[in-house]
């Protein structure tokens, strides 16, 4: 599949952050497929391959973007901002004061203005602006998937869970009609032990997995990845080369 998807032009951030989510979605009903249709699913594979050809797994990734953009929509209205400009204010204390005025500081080294703190009591809109710009700007510098890997890293896992919770509707339906596909399985083929305890089986998964979804992919769930990836942004304001600095200011 990771073969499949690479061939689809998907770059990492695109196979883990978008494909992925999608695929878990699908899965409750491509594992009761392979398992009871199994001449189905034979079928199923070789047309997943026909169309994945034609843009399929890309068009897959667009709908996980999408949906994830409405929870970040929905995330913002709820903080009243993004996380990075809500760890930059004076009042907030996500991170250490002394640290934050480190940072702070390298940001106005770099040509950037930071608001005092009673600039930022008087005019909190204003305030708000000048720590996007400067979240835009250490995203900007920071776009090195290779030398910031673990910020990459901290990107990626909040846009998993970002449109994770954005397909949530669809997993929950998926795997609610697969539990009841299974379920009918497991009615047919009482008097067959073999095929009985195959179906218990992936009646536990199933319900394993509907349970996830609900108790588990939820705000809070991507919340805290948020909140890692801001932090972990802001704190390459400790490792970005002097040298920037200077070209910067």
């Keep these: 599949m990771e073969n499949l998807l690479k061939q689809a032009g998907l770059d990492r951030y695109d196979r883990n952050a978008r ?3 999608a695929l878990l979605a ?5 594992v009761v497929i392979a398992v ?9 594979t070789g047309l997943v391959a026909l169309i994945s050809v034609c843009g399929a797994i890309f068009l897959l990734s667009r709908l996980a973007r999408y949906l994830g953009r409405k929870v970040q929509d929905a995330l913002i209205r709820k903080a009243g901002a993004l996380e990075t400009t809500v760890i930059l204010r004076h009042a907030d204390a996500t991170i250490s004061a002394e640290t934050k005025r480190r940072y702070h500081d390298f940001l106005r ?8 703190v009673e600039e930022e009591q008087r005019n909190p809109q204003a305030a708000d602006d000048c720590y996007r710009a400067a979240a835009d700007w250490l995203r900007e510098k920071t ?16 846009g998993f869970r970002r449109n994770l919770l954005g397909l949530k509707p669809i997993g929950v339906a998926i795997t609610i009609l697969a539990l009841i596909a299974n379920s009918l399985q497991l009615w047919r083929h009482t008097s067959n032990e073999t095929l009985l305890a195959t179906a218990i089986v992936l009646e536990f998964f199933l319900l394993a997995a509907l349970s996830l979804w609900l108790a588990l992919v939820r705000m809070p769930f991507v919340e805290d990845a948020g909140r890692s990836y801001a932090v972990r942004l802001l704190s390459e304001c400790d490792t970005l080369p002097k040298k920037q600095t200077a070209a910067a200011a």
């Design 143 to 158: 776009r090195d998937e290779k030398k910031f890997s673990l910020l990459k890293g901290e990107l990626t896992d909040f």
């Design 109 to 116: 080294k770099s040509g950037l203005r930071m608001p005092t």
């Design 26 to 30: 699908l899965l409750p009903a491509l």
């Design 19 to 21: 494909v992925k989510p």
């Design 36 to 44: 009871w249709y199994p001449a189905t699913w034979t079928a199923l």
